[in-house]
Protein backbone atom coordinates (compact mmCIF):
# COMPACT_ATOMS: atom_id res chain seq x y z
CA UNK A 1 0.00 0.00 0.00
CA UNK A 2 2.97 2.41 0.76
CA UNK A 3 3.90 2.24 -2.68
CA UNK A 4 0.97 2.91 -4.41
CA UNK A 5 0.09 5.79 -2.27
CA UNK A 6 3.95 7.21 -3.06
CA UNK A 7 3.32 6.73 -6.90
CA UNK A 8 0.34 8.38 -6.72
CA UNK A 9 1.64 11.36 -4.73
CA UNK A 10 4.56 11.40 -6.97
CA UNK A 11 2.04 12.11 -9.89
CA UNK A 12 0.27 14.71 -8.05
CA UNK A 13 3.48 16.83 -7.86
CA UNK A 14 4.26 15.95 -11.29
CA UNK A 15 1.02 17.07 -12.57
CA UNK A 16 1.46 20.45 -10.39
CA UNK A 17 4.74 20.92 -13.14
CA UNK A 18 6.53 23.65 -10.90
CA UNK A 19 3.13 25.36 -9.01
CA UNK A 20 3.40 24.96 -5.03
CA UNK A 21 1.34 23.11 -3.09
CA UNK A 22 -1.21 24.20 -1.06
CA UNK A 23 -3.18 22.24 1.55
CA UNK A 24 -1.89 19.19 0.70
CA UNK A 25 -2.58 17.59 3.89
CA UNK A 26 -5.92 18.12 4.21
CA UNK A 27 -6.76 17.29 0.48
CA UNK A 28 -5.15 13.65 1.03
CA UNK A 29 -7.07 13.56 3.95
CA UNK A 30 -10.45 14.21 2.72
CA UNK A 31 -9.71 12.25 -0.44
CA UNK A 32 -8.71 9.06 1.66
CA UNK A 33 -11.00 9.54 4.63
CA UNK A 34 -14.36 8.89 3.11
CA UNK A 35 -13.86 5.68 1.21
CA UNK A 36 -11.98 4.32 4.25
CA UNK A 37 -14.84 4.92 6.09
CA UNK A 38 -17.64 3.73 3.53
CA UNK A 39 -15.40 -0.01 3.04
CA UNK A 40 -15.03 -0.28 7.14
CA UNK A 41 -18.62 0.21 7.74
CA UNK A 42 -19.57 -2.35 4.48
CA UNK A 43 -17.37 -4.92 5.89
CA UNK A 44 -18.53 -4.37 9.41
CA UNK A 45 -21.62 -4.34 8.48
CA UNK A 46 -22.77 -1.50 9.64
CA UNK A 47 -21.77 -2.15 13.05
CA UNK A 48 -20.05 1.46 14.31
CA UNK A 49 -18.77 -0.18 17.61
CA UNK A 50 -16.65 -2.84 15.39
CA UNK A 51 -15.82 -0.08 12.60
CA UNK A 52 -14.46 2.29 15.43
CA UNK A 53 -12.48 -0.88 17.04
CA UNK A 54 -11.18 -2.00 13.34
CA UNK A 55 -10.16 1.64 13.47
CA UNK A 56 -8.63 2.37 16.51
CA UNK A 57 -10.89 4.82 17.02
CA UNK A 58 -13.85 6.52 19.53
CA UNK A 59 -17.26 4.80 18.46
CA UNK A 60 -18.19 8.86 18.80
CA UNK A 61 -15.92 10.13 16.96
CA UNK A 62 -16.27 7.45 14.00
CA UNK A 63 -20.25 8.53 14.12
CA UNK A 64 -19.23 11.96 14.26
CA UNK A 65 -17.05 11.05 10.54
CA UNK A 66 -19.68 9.88 9.34
CA UNK A 67 -22.39 12.24 9.87
CA UNK A 68 -19.52 14.55 8.22
CA UNK A 69 -18.97 12.81 5.14
CA UNK A 70 -22.75 12.02 4.67
CA UNK A 71 -22.67 8.64 5.27
CA UNK A 72 -25.36 8.54 7.71
CA UNK A 73 -27.88 10.68 9.25
Given at each position: ??Q ?17 P ?6 V ?14 RA ?29
Amino acid sequence: MDQSIRATLETYFDDLDGTTPHGLYDMVIKAVERPLLDVVMARADGNQSRAAEWLGINRNTLRRKLVEHRLID
